[in-house]
């Protein structure tokens, strides 16, 4: 073979292999994630992203801040448009977005997830069908400082963790006895947990989430009774009798509540367990290592402890073209099932994931997690933490504004504010 026939050979043997490469890279797959940087969510989209390489699919991570989150996607998801594939989905926003989203009920995997946070009559769509594959379990928990509370003086009421948190405070150990988020987005860390542990809820009747109920009884408010007058004095008293609180903690979201709990400032907060890995983080966290989980105490109504105990998960909209929704679904299946990926989930957020099955082995090794199946997870008296008909967002507000109102104006004005608030909360529900 001449010279000039060899160096034609090469030229072409080293274009196939450029056109070979070409087409390898043209026929990788993409789909593309929105979502809210977050350590939960960011250790589900490692699964994906380690999904993807295994099976050509690039993973595009878009993230939004949770200030804006719903009203983005929710515009997103009612024009039409294909430029998301699977999005972050919640319980709250369940039902307003139902319409909208793929149903996943033929993914396999989902027969591993907890029926109780993934209760058909939050994620449901009108035909029934279930509009999410869960990403993990989120739960509000009662955080201690193991340093300067026994097992044993641990609260059983309201009226104790008052005393204990003052005394601590009297002793110059911390600052505030107890914080937590209170604002819109967070109040789930205080009036919130504290209405549905004296045996309370924002509407009628309680702790129901049945909208047939809701509808029969008029969508009426509930924080108008007596139950709701008493959360509202426990808070107010803790604000300006007792300042067992920050004097900002009206306003607080989870983050400002986080950072006085981290800098070793109060003896107590609620918060996501998903912060229980930032909590006994020594590079974030000044009481690292002296975190303990606690129930939540009662308050004078009180007669079981209710927790909440919902889902964050993924959603694919109807809207994306058909190869990308079913290439997402055999993702979110994959990453059900992937027990590597969903143990190191749970060693990066203490939120416990998404396949039931793997929740005894976690237990057994990691006490943490044996706590909370005890304490919350396993809880029979568990309250859904949100309403499920698309106007809760709007609900949610109203409630917010009117113990925002009771707890930060005159204590002779709580019960007014509630009446007014339960006005509000109806006029939220049936607008």
């Keep these: 073979m001449t010279k000039l026939k060899l160096k034609r050979l090469f030229i072409l043997s080293i274009a196939g292999a450029g056109l070979a ?16 940087p977050n350590p939960m969510q960011e250790s589900s989209i490692d699964m994906m992203v380690k999904w993807g390489e295994a099976n050509n699919v690039k993973i595009v991570k878009i993230p939004n801040s949770y200030g804006v989150y ?9 024009s039409g448009a294909d430029q998301y594939d699977v999005i972050w989905h919640n319980d709250d926003w369940g039902q307003l977005w139902a319409h909208l989203l793929e149903p996943v009920d033929d993914i396999d995997a989902l027969k591993h997830a907890d029926k109780w946070s993934n209760d058909p009559i939050i994620f449901a769509n009108k035909e029934g069908k279930i509009t999410v594959v869960p990403m993990g379990e989120t739960l509000g928990a009662l955080f201690y400082r193991t340093d300067l509370i ?47 542990n004296n045996e309370c809820d924002v509407m ?15 969508w009426k408010g509930g924080i108008g009774q007596p139950c709701g007058q008493q959360v509202a004095e426990f808070w107010w008293d803790a604000l300006n009798k007792d300042k067992l609180i920050p004097a900002g903690m009206p306003a607080y ?3 400002e509540a986080n950072a006085v709990f981290t800098a070793g400032n109060a ?6 367990t998903t912060y229980w890995g930032d ?68 060693e990066k957020t203490g939120a416990p994931p998404p396949n039931v099955d793997f929740w005894p082995e976690i237990a057994k090794a990691d006490p943490f997690m044996e706590k909370l199946l005890e304490m919350y997870l396993n809880n029979p008296d568990k309250v859904h933490s949100a309403y499920y008909f698309p106007n809760w967002s ?5 409630y917010n504004d009117a113990m925002t109102k009771a707890i930060t104006g005159d204590r002779a004005d709580i019960a007014k504010a509630l009446a007014e608030g339960d006005e509000h909360i109806h006029a939220a529900a049936t607008k």
């Design 267 to 272: 003896a107590f907060t609620v918060a996501d």
């Design 70 to 78: 719903v009203e983005k996607m929710t515009a997103s998801l009612t």
């Design 204 to 218: 009628l009747p309680m702790h129901t989430r049945d909208n047939a109920v809701l509808a029969k009884n008029g």
């Design 394 to 398: 709007a609900v949610h507000k109203a």
């Design 279 to 346: 909590f006994n983080d020594p590079k974030k966290s000044k009481v690292a290592g002296n975190v303990g989980l606690a129930k939540f105490p009662l308050g004078p109504n009180g007669k079981v402890v209710r927790n909440w105990d919902e889902i964050w998960g993924w959603a694919i909209p109807k809207a994306a073209p058909a190869a990308n929704k079913a290439l997402a679904k055999e993702m979110l299946g994959a990453i059900m099932m992937d027990k590597e990926g969903q143990l190191a989930f749970w």
């Design 21 to 36: 490469m070409g087409s390898a890279m043209a026929q990788q797959k993409e789909l593309r994630i929105a979502y809210q």
């Design 150 to 196: 026994k097992e044993s003086e641990l609260p059983k009421t309201w009226a104790e963790l008052v005393a204990l948190g003052k005394k601590l405070q009297s002793e110059g150990k911390v600052k505030y006895g107890f914080v937590g988020g209170m604002d819109k987005n967070a109040d789930w860390n205080s009036t919130l947990w504290t209405l549905w």
């Design 253 to 255: 979201g989870r983050n």
